[in-house]
């Protein structure tokens, strides 16, 4: 009965499919956020922001602010509700947040330290968030929201790990954040000696810190991070450098992230990826393909078609928007 079941499963999920839309941009698209069949949102370079309402068929794109800006991560709420976030050293990284559909624009944090830089956000509900960046003087960038972004705290660093030399993440997909429940969240680290998750269980008051096998260095580490409960998860990433390799890319967890046992099947860097809501099924995606596991991640099947920077699914849906590089978008369904 057990095999049968698993079979049903991979079946029913089998063959995801990629349709190409047109975005109307040639920016390089970072961010995605899927809030229904009809409505999404992306954001890249350029200081671009992007809504359908029509399930892709069209993309307005948005005014946030003259600045020219780099927005790779954004975060939606709602159909009406999004929270941008900008990178760069100091003042460049910032929040922005509409609560009219993209017409009108709040800026809510702008950094004041110049050696801030901000990496990604992630929300558990409309009033808590939080946002990583890379660390300071050894010391871990962690921010959180507990108004809706009205004020953002940065967390002292006694609540803190030390950071690791050079430690923060990759600004490359907005998904080096994962959130679970209503205050638990994993953070995925690179660019240092050695690729670590950082854990909270009290919306980011204190933190754990834990070792994972994937390779690490200046261009590899953690590129993203997902949890489909509060044990099991998966991490990817690789070298962004060598974007055809899958060396020590892939782990996966089943005690909540203090422990990672490093698996393979990917075929190339990948730079986030996402559990089909309610699900055993993992999509991982990069700039060069993407691959799907029926399984929790034990094996793995390339996914036919173009790659992307980023995806996300619609909440308790299983198709979503990946967006990447000159303006890429696509749909993907199982």
Do not use: C
């Amino acid at each position: 009965m057990t095999n049968l079941l698993t079979l049903l499963i991979s079946l029913l999920f089998a063959s995801p499919v990629w349709t190409t839309q047109n975005s109307g941009v040639t920016a390089r698209l970072r961010g995605v956020s899927a809030v229904s069949e009809q409505v999404a949102w992306a954001s890249g370079s350029g200081s671009t922001v992007l809504r359908t309402t029509d399930g892709g068929k069209t993309w307005s794109s948005l005014t946030v602010t003259t600045d020219k800006l780099d927005f790779r991560d954004i975060d939606a709420i709602d159909a009406n509700t999004a929270y941008a976030l900008s990178i760069g050293n100091g003042e460049a990284s910032r929040i922005y947040k509409t609560t009219d559909g993209g017409q009108t624009w709040t800026l809510e944090f702008k950094n004041q330290n110049p050696k801030a830089f901000l990496d990604a956000m992630s929300f558990w509900d409309a009033e808590h968030g939080i946002v990583f960046g890379d660390s300071i003087e050894g010391k871990l960038d962690i921010v959180v929201t507990a108004d809706g972004g009205k004020n953002w705290n940065r967390i002292i660093s006694d609540k803190l790990p030390a950071a690791l030399e050079n430690e923060g993440a990759f600004a490359a997909s907005g998904t080096n954040i994962a959130i679970y429940g209503k205050q638990e969240a994993w953070i995925g680290t690179g660019a240092a000696s050695k690729a670590r998750v950082l854990h909270t269980k009290d919306g980011g008051l204190s933190w754990q810190a834990f070792e994972t096998p994937l390779a690490a260095g200046q261009s590899s580490g953690i590129f993203s991070v997902a949890f489909r409960d509060a044990k099991h998860g998966v991490i990817v990433g690789g070298d962004y450098t060598k974007e055809e390799e899958a060396v020590n890319n892939l782990a996966l967890t089943y005690d909540g992230g203090q422990t990672w046992t490093l698996t393979s099947g990917l075929t190339g860097f990948r730079s986030v990826v996402a559990y089909v809501p309610g699900t055993k099924t993992i999509v991982a995606v990069g700039p060069g393909g993407g691959d799907y596991s029926a399984d929790d991640g034990k094996t793995w099947k390339p996914i036919v078609g173009p790659g992307f920077d980023t995806f996300s699914f619609v909440p308790r849906k299983n198709f979503g928007w990946g967006a990447g590089a000159k303006g890429g978008i696509g749909f993907l369904k199982f």
